[in-house]
C-alpha cells in the first residue's frame, strides 16, 4: 500500500543549529504535504505545508523543500531553540480526503 | 474562527466495557471529519473519516466503528474494548470544497485512552 517514509526517527541537535528532517512518499499522485508539530502529550499542530506547485516554501525559520520527480520532502529548523523541541511528523494526500502520515521524528535541542 | 472540541481528556475503562468518544466541530459547516489512534511513541493510524451525515469510511478493520449524526459531530464507538485499543485518540477536522486535497487538517486536544 501507500505510505509515507521519515527519517530520521530521533535527532538531536545543539542551540543554534539547524535540523533537517525527510520524507519519502510512494503515491505519485500526491499533491499536498503539511508538516506538524506534536509537544508531549498534546495534539498534533500545523506548522508549515507545501503544494506541488512549488519547490520551496519558508516560514521565518522553517522551510520545507519538495522534489516530485524523486518523490521526497524535507523540513528544515534554522537556529534551533529548547522550544522546538518536540515529535514532527510528515504527511502526504491520498486522494481528495485522505492523508497518511510518516512515523515521526523526536527532536531533541540541547541547550 | 473554527473550533474543535473532543472529550473526555482522559478515560480508563475495562476490559469489554463499552466506548463512546465525541468530537463537535464548531465554526465551519460540511466538514471532512477523522478519527486518528496515536499508539505510545508511534504515528498516527487512520481509522475512519466522513465526508457527509452518514457517511462513513472504515481504514482499518476493528471493533470500532463511527458515527456522524450531525454535520459537525464525530462519535467513536465500540461495544467491547479490547487490551489493544489502548492508546491516545485524536479527532481531526479539514475544510470542504474548493481543493479539498489542498486543506490541513486540524487536531482535537485527543483523549488518552488506558484499557485495564
Known amino acids: 500500500g501507500e505510505n509515507v517514509e521519515q527519517h530520521p526517527s530521533t535527532l538531536s541537535v545543539q542551540e543554534g543549529d539547524s535540523a533537517v528532517i525527510k520524507c519519502t512518499y510512494s503515491?505519485?499522485?500526491?499533491?499536498?504535504f503539511p508538516w506538524y508539530k506534536q509537544e508531549l502529550g498534546k495534539r498534533p499542530q500545523l506548522i508549515i505545508d507545501?503544494?506541488?506547485?512549488?519547490g520551496e516554501k519558508k516560514d521565518q525559520r522553517i522551510a520545507v523543500t519538495l522534489n516530485k520527480t524523486a518523490k521526497h520532502f524535507s523540513l528544515h529548523i534554522t537556529e534551533t531553540q529548547p522550544e522546538d523541541s518536540a515529535v514532527y511528523f510528515c504527511?502526504?494526500?491520498?486522494?481528495?480526503?485522505?492523508?497518511?502520515f510518516g512515523t515521526g521524528t523526536r527532536l531533541k535541542v540541547l541547550a | 474562527s473554527q473550533t474543535i472540541h473532543q472529550w473526555p481528556a482522559t478515560l480508563v475503562q475495562p476490559v469489554g466495557s463499552p466506548l463512546s468518544l465525541e468530537c463537535t466541530v464548531e465554526?465551519?459547516?460540511?466538514?471532512?471529519l477523522y478519527w486518528y489512534r496515536q499508539a505510545a511513541g508511534r504515528g498516527l493510524q487512520l481509522l475512519f473519516y466522513?465526508?457527509?451525515?452518514?457517511?462513513i469510511s472504515s481504514e482499518v478493520p476493528q471493533n470500532l466503528s463511527a458515527s456522524r449524526p450531525q454535520d459537525r459531530q464525530f462519535i467513536l464507538s465500540s461495544k467491547k474494548l479490547l487490551l489493544s485499543d489502548s492508546g491516545f485518540y485524536l479527532c481531526?477536522?479539514?475544510?470542504?470544497?474548493?481543493?479539498?486535497?489542498?486543506?490541513?487538517?486540524?487536531f482535537g486536544d485527543g483523549t488518552r485512552l488506558s484499557i485495564l
Open positions: 507545501i503544494r506541488s506547485n512549488v
Open positions: 504527511a502526504a494526500n491520498l486522494g481528495t480526503y485522505k492523508y497518511i
Open positions: 466522513s465526508v457527509g451525515i452518514g457517511q
Open positions: 503515491d505519485s499522485a500526491s499533491n499536498y
Open positions: 465554526g465551519t459547516s460540511n466538514p471532512n
Open positions: 481531526a477536522w479539514s475544510p470542504r470544497g474548493g481543493y479539498v486535497d489542498n486543506q490541513p487538517q486540524h
